[in-house]
Each structure stands twice: as C-alpha cells, then as structure tokens.
C-alpha cells in the first residue's frame, strides 16, 4: 500500500509540474519603412529579452536566428511556392536590454518577423527600389498599360518566351499590386501579354477587379536560392531585391 501511495505521488508530482517555457515575446518594429539592406530595430515592450542573462520562467531564452519573409524559388508538385518564411542566421546589435538593431536581407519582402521568442506585432515593411515607370498612370479596366525597368527582373542571359511560358505555369505571378497595410495582390496571368514581355519590361491589361496600388514587379534574381531550386528554371543571385516598383500608385478610372 506505501508503494502504491509513493508510486502516485510521483506521478501527481511530474504530472502537476508544467514544463518551464519561455513566454512569447511580442516585439515591434519601429521604422514604418525600412529599404533592403539598411537597419531594423526591433523593441520588446515587456521583456528586456537583448539581455544575455535574461530568461523567462527559469529558461534562457534570446534572438539569435531571426526569421524573414522572401520568395522561395523552389516547387512542389509543380507549383511554385512564393512568400515564405526564410530562418538564418541574424546579426542582432544590442542597443539597449529591450531594443536592438539587425540588417535587413537585400531579398526581404514585407511581413512579419519572427524568432525563437517571439514575432513582432507589425509587419517589417519594405521600400523596394523604384525601379519601374509606366506607359500611363492612369487607365481604366480593358486598357493596355507597359510597365519598364531601369533593371532587368528577369536574368537576361536565359530569359525566353518558352521559360516565361513555363514560369507561367507552375504559378509565377510576375506583376503584384500593393493596396492597402503593404499587401500585395497577384495580377491574374491571363491578363499579361506574353509576346510583349522582355526582361525589363512588361504589358498587360487591366481587368474589373483591380484597384488602384503601386505596381511591383517580382524580380527572379531575389528568390531564395534553397536545395529544391530548379537552377534551370530561375537564377539567383546575390544581393538582388525581391521586387522592383513604380514611383507613385496606378490609378484605375471607372
């Protein structure tokens, strides 16, 4: 019978006890735009979580791995996977024990960050570089309009309409338009003009359902290289922008 008894208050004993976890840290971004390549601050509101001796119940807890929204490269079932969220290695610059500064990769894309602790509350917004202009900046739904870049987005050593064709359908949306809290929308594929397209330009037709946004072009050289990127397919490279976009919103007039 003392056994028994022993034997539960064991049990009682590891099963009452909850595992110590580190509470989840809610962090902001400060910049309400940050360009690729400069610096993002991060601020923990509650938790001086920059701190190396700071933990939270009894576990230590700190940023080392920051993770980034960029484009993956890479399909799956014939598909191609764009937005994901990207883990590496962070250079985190301690300001003080609940602000701290990191680099933003060149190939980032607006989102939420997130690390071992935690995420922030808002999203990393990114400036990408102005890079297109457009035929007319103001159409309605049916009009053609051009889009032109100061740099190529696509790698023009390989670009063809038949790798256009085979991008088109495996889900590689070239055109994106920005509304509103920095969300981007697909342009439907069918609306671009296929024989139009050159490696640093772009035509396509406004259909009933878009609104006014800033125009961004995806730029093939800013995906995320990984083990799963058809090299044949898309060429990454190094410090390259993830979108390219107009200096000012295309207005659609109804």
């Known amino acids: 019978m003392k056994k028994i008894l022993i034997f539960l208050l ?47 119940n009894g576990v230590e807890s700190a940023i080392e791995q920051v993770g980034i929204i960029c484009n993956g490269a890479y399909k799956e079932n014939n598909q191609l996977f764009i937005n994901y969220l990207h883990i590496q290695d962070m250079t985190i610059t301690k300001i003080s024990g609940d602000t701290a500064t990191f680099a933003v990769p060149f190939n980032s894309v607006t989102g939420v960050v997130y690390f071992r602790s935690g995420y922030t509350t808002n999203k990393l917004a990114i400036q990408y ?69 050159t490696s640093n330009s772009v035509t396509f037709i406004i259909p009933e359902e878009m609104k006014t946004g800033t125009v961004n072009i995806i730029n093939e050289g800013g995906f995320e290289k990984s083990n799963y990127t058809d090299e044949a397919l898309i060429v990454c490279k190094a410090n390259e922008n993830a979108f390219y976009s107009t200096k000012k919103a295309l207005e659609i007039t109804r």
């Open 129 to 197: 570089p102005q890079e297109l202009d457009m035929s007319d900046d103001s159409v309605s739904v049916g009009d053609e309009v051009t889009i032109t870049s100061g740099k190529d987005f696509f790698d023009k050593d390989t670009f063809s309409k038949k790798k256009l064709q085979q991008l088109s359908d495996i889900g590689y949306n070239l055109v994106w338009i920005t509304t509103g809290d920095n969300n981007k929308l697909p342009l439907d594929r069918k609306k671009l003009i296929i024989e139009k397209i």
């Open 10 to 56: 064991i049990c009682v004993t590891f099963i009452g006890c909850p595992a110590y976890t580190p509470p989840v840290v809610e962090c902001e971004i400060l910049e309400t735009e940050v360009k690729p390549g400069d610096f993002a601050t991060l601020y923990s509101k509650k938790y001086s979580i920059f701190n190396d001796d700071w933990s939270g």
